[in-house]
């Protein structure tokens, strides 16, 4: 498939946009595992505009991020516009824009989600920040607001009408926010339309190489984006791949391994905050998601929880590695809820 003029091979796979986890350390841990294309948090448009510091930060890109994406969210279409001028000075590979959050915070100002109750204004939207930049605009969002009103194949044709590169769709209604199973007959359905020509990528619950190509075998999408099946599992794009091109599944990795990743996106969540305790703040989310399904292993996880600084977090895994370090972590049944 292609966005733009970036060609991306056989089936990619892409790492969804996840406000504080999609930061530059996990980027690089997934990029080490086999994902073909990132995206950054996602960032406010008007934050954007004021310049705010911690806004920037997010957009901070490396070389071994590429092909990247920087995703912006608002409610005023002059104001996205203006953002999206701003975050191409910033050289991502393309743009692209949420209409997919559900959270209630950002809903209630009308930006994300609440466009799907407003088609002509997202197309609107969609338009001018097309127009106002040169690079590949892309856009991620869901199958509609709630049951009755999924509007997911009429969204899809008037973003490709205007310019839209390419289009990421969750398979939930913004009503159902993260319950519920993903409904991927949409997704097919809008992938499948005589009417739509531009690349359509799938997301919603794929927990695992035989879910990726079930889905992919159903709908025929042109990329598969992964979420929350990455967080505590980054290697998930290196299982799904090697499963798609062989039928086999890969050995699941020794808790050894899984240390070793961890540490390796500890240093570079250091070596990027400078501050060993924000460093260890931000991982929390990732180390309770890390060795599910161990036996005796609660002690250990509240330890890592709890640790505030590098050296004495370096021990608790030490001791786990001597405890458990041989033992290959199977993540077949873990959920995503």
């Known amino acids: 498939?292609?966005?733009?003029?970036?060609?991306?091979?056989?089936?990619?796979?892409?790492?969804?946009?996840?406000?504080?986890?999609?930061?530059?350390?996990?980027?690089?841990?997934?990029?080490?595992?086999?994902?073909?294309v990132l995206y950054t948090e996602f960032v406010s448009s008007e934050a954007l505009i004021r310049d705010v510091e911690k806004t920037r930060l997010k957009m901070e890109l490396e070389d071994d991020d590429r092909p990247i994406a920087i995703q912006i969210y608002g409610y005023d279409i002059e104001s996205m516009a203006n953002a999206a001028r701003i975050a191409e000075e910033l050289q991502p590979d393309f743009i692209d824009i949420n209409f997919g959050c559900p959270m209630k915070k950002i809903v209630k100002k009308?930006?994300?989600?609440?466009?799907?109750?407003?088609?002509?204004?997202?197309?609107?939207?969609?338009?001018?920040v097309v127009k106002s930049v040169s690079l590949p605009v892309t856009a991620k969002t869901r199958l509609g607001w709630d049951e009755n009103n999924k509007v997911i194949l009429e969204a899809a044709e008037r973003l490709q009408d205007i310019g839209i590169s390419a289009l990421a769709i969750h398979g939930r209604t913004r009503s159902q926010l993260y319950t519920g199973d993903a409904d991927w007959t949409?997704?097919?359905?809008?992938?499948?339309?005589?009417?739509?020509?531009?690349?359509?990528?799938?997301?919603?619950?794929?927990?695992?190489?035989?879910k990726a190509a079930e889905l992919l075998k159903q709908?025929?999408?042109?990329?598969?984006m992964i979420g929350r099946g990455?967080?505590?599992?980054?290697?998930?794009?290196?299982?799904?791949?090697?499963?798609?091109?062989?039928?086999e599944f890969l050995q699941p990795p020794t808790v050894a391994e899984i240390i070793a990743q961890i540490k390796d996106?500890?240093?570079?969540?250091?070596?990027?905050?400078?501050?060993?305790?924000?460093?260890?703040?931000?991982?929390?989310?990732?180390?309770?998601?890390?060795f599910p399904g161990i036996d005796n292993f609660r002690d250990?996880?509240?330890?890592?929880?709890?640790?505030?600084?590098?050296?004495?977090?370096?021990?608790?895994m030490q001791d786990i590695v001597e405890l458990y370090g041989d033992l290959r972590v199977d993540y077949t049944n873990v959920s995503l809820k």
């Open 110 to 128: 009308g930006a994300c989600s609440a466009l799907l109750q407003d088609l002509p204004k997202m197309q609107q939207m969609a338009a001018e």
């Open 1 to 36: 498939m292609k966005i733009g003029s970036i060609e991306l091979e056989g089936t990619p796979l892409f790492l969804a946009p996840m406000e504080d986890v999609t930061y530059k350390s996990f980027r690089h841990i997934c990029k080490q595992n086999g994902v073909d």
């Open 265 to 290: 996106q500890l240093r570079v969540t250091a070596d990027w905050k400078g501050n060993e305790t924000t460093a260890i703040l931000m991982m929390r989310r990732h180390f309770a998601r890390y």
């Open 230 to 247: 990455a967080i505590g599992r980054p290697w998930i794009f290196n299982e799904i791949k090697h499963y798609l091109k062989t039928g």
């Open 186 to 210: 949409m997704i097919g359905e809008v992938k499948n339309s005589p009417k739509i020509k531009i690349p359509i990528i799938g997301n919603g619950d794929i927990n695992g190489p035989e």
């Open 300 to 316: 250990h996880r509240i330890k890592m929880l709890q640790a505030t600084q590098i050296e004495d977090l370096d021990k608790i």
């Open 219 to 224: 709908t025929g999408v042109d990329g598969l």
